[in-house]
């Protein structure tokens, strides 16, 4: 393999191992990455997530096969309603920049970089979940509008998690909708991962490579 693997990162700046298994229903080696995480690869391996009111973007460079998705969900601020690139967005900013730049180090090119976005519905408790989802949707579509990164596809809000595939190689990705919870475990990772990053700042400016 030319360059290097990337592990996915925690954005509270733990590194993590990545959670490889086999895919058997898509035949091949796999990484599911949770809130909070990123991964990006120049390899052949599926990258899966599965998003309540978090959003996940998938990036690509067609040309050189690279490829990389991360998992976020901005935090709770009271400037959030007045300024969608305001000061809880910073954290949004963060994990985009982070994967952009491990990209870039992959040997991706900026200006090849295309992305497909999806989550921000409407499915956590206890809270304007229909505010936190639509907050998210609208910070990734603005952020990658500023630094001209073409949406190629996007699946965003409505009322129903969903489970995201992602092919770094080729660019395609699946989603499939869950149209019922038989189980917390969504609900619980992402209310959690709210309550981590509530009062965590995040880590100093990321020097961006360029073309």
Do not use: W
Not at 57 to 73: P, Q, R
């Amino acid at each position: 393999m030319q360059g290097f693997d990337l592990n996915s990162f925690d954005l509270n700046n733990n590194h993590l191992a990545p959670n490889r298994y086999f895919d058997r229903h898509f035949d091949q080696d796999a990484v599911k990455i949770l809130p909070g995480e990123y991964f990006a690869t120049r390899d052949n391996t599926l990258i899966v997530t599965v998003l309540g009111s978090c959003v996940s973007v998938c990036l690509s460079d067609a040309k050189l096969k690279i490829g990389g998705m991360n998992h976020f969900l901005l935090p709770n601020d009271s400037s959030a309603n007045q300024d969608i690139l305001g000061d809880s967005a910073r954290y949004g900013g963060y994990a985009m920049e982070i994967l952009i730049n491990h990209m870039l180090k992959l040997g991706a090119r900026r200006s090849s970089l295309v992305a497909k976005i999806f989550g921000g519905g409407n499915v956590l408790r206890g809270i304007t979940a229909t505010q936190v989802g639509q907050r998210n949707a609208s910070f990734i579509q603005a952020y990658l509008k500023t630094e001209r990164i073409a949406i190629l596809a996007s699946d965003l809000l409505e009322n129903y998690p969903r489970k995201v595939y992602f092919f770094p190689a080729t660019g395609k990705v699946f989603v499939r909708k869950l149209k019922a919870l038989h189980n917390s475990t969504i609900l619980d990772r992402e209310s959690a991962y709210r309550l981590r990053i509530r009062n965590t700042p995040i880590m100093g400016d990321i020097e961006l490579f360029g073309d």
